[in-house]
């Protein structure tokens, strides 16, 4: 066991590494982060800030000396830099956990390898590969393999036509093609694992998105039975397989009836934020236990909850020109509604700029308040 007060690790400053520092200082423990943003929201609040570059060579050497175990809140931290620093000092999750959710074509085929439930998909590493891929991927979705998130890197495409064309736009890069299911829901499940195989798992979250980007998190989800295995079980799989140590969300899709694993991240998740007001211990707090090797919390709930996601474009509510700080007396004037804002210097439109939660005992009516509190703020559906 690494127990306070311990230095620990983040490599990554954003606002997943922000709720990591909060609870690693809520347990004794001191922080050490890692990032280049000068004002990164981890960074701002950590004991030590690296303001440097994930290769940068001082930086790393220091983490060396002065922590006493690693982790990451983002998955696109270079996994050599992971490696070499598992050299000196337990780095959970693994740097080769990490490349697998780094990259959409490792990761698919890891799903494959797995008999995991899975969309259609083809690999794409030329022109070639899309005249030759099965007619049943069209419509399909083209996803560049790597640094894709939030909807970013990837295209809608009806036909051959315009897959070769998004995979010009992509600059030819690897790419995946995979079949676009009709979505019933989209669930997500995020869990805790220890170093001796002890799983803690979070209830399953519905989520809702705009633009690419989570808006909506509902917990407990409003999910009936589906074919294809159970998502609790199914994640329990992919971080088994992965020898995974750490925190891991594993996002689902529902077509027809049938579950399918849409991708992992190595990471506590954005439809884990509801975990900080609704149960005993939050991902975060898992996070530092299996980082530290202390005895997992458990993950039950004690009360229903909804996250919202506040974006950048709040800010510029009726002018594009002019960011003007939202109304925010309009969510603290909600009963059981807990706003959290990430401390980003500047906001921009799709920016994750903070979010809200509301909990209560009675599922619908938290429902009913936060869809009320999201329009009470500015948010409206497009």
Sequence with gaps: MILPPAMLGV??????????????HEMGYRVMVLDPDPHSPAGLIADEHLIAGYHDPAAVIRMEKECAAVTTEFENVPADTMAHLAQALPVRPSSAAVAICQNRL?????????????ASYAEVFTATDIT??????????????????????????????????????????PCVLEQMLSLDYEVSVVLARDAEGNVKCFPVAENSHRHG???VTIVPARMGPCS??????????????MDYVGVLAVEFFVSRGRIYVNEMAPRPHN??????????????????????GLPLGDGKMHSAAVMVNLLGDLWFAGNMDEAREPEWQQLF??????????????????RKMGHFTVIGSDPEQVQNTAADARVAIGIHDA
Excluded: W
């Design 11 to 24: 490599l990554g400053g954003g606002q997943l590494g922000r709720f990591f520092v909060m609870a690693a």
């Design 333 to 350: 004037a909600v009963p059981n509604l807990r706003l959290h804002l990430y401390g980003k210097r500047e906001a921009r439109p799709g």
């Design 132 to 173: 030759a891929a099965p007619d049943l991927l069209f419509p399909g979705i083209l996803k560049v393999a790597r640094f894709g998130y939030d909807g970013k890197g990837q295209m809608r495409v009806a036909n051959r036509e315009e897959a070769m064309s998004a995979f010009h736009k992509m600059n030819d890069e």
């Design 213 to 215: 980007i989570l808006d």
């Design 106 to 118: 490792v990761e698919k085929n890891f799903l494959r390898k797995h008999k995991l439930p899975h």
């Design 228 to 241: 294809g295995g159970d998502a609790q079980e199914l994640a329990n799989i992919v971080a088994r397989e």
């Design 271 to 292: 439809s884990g934020h509801y975990t900080i007001d609704a149960c005993a211990v939050s991902q975060y707090e898992q996070q530092v236990r299996a980082l530290c």
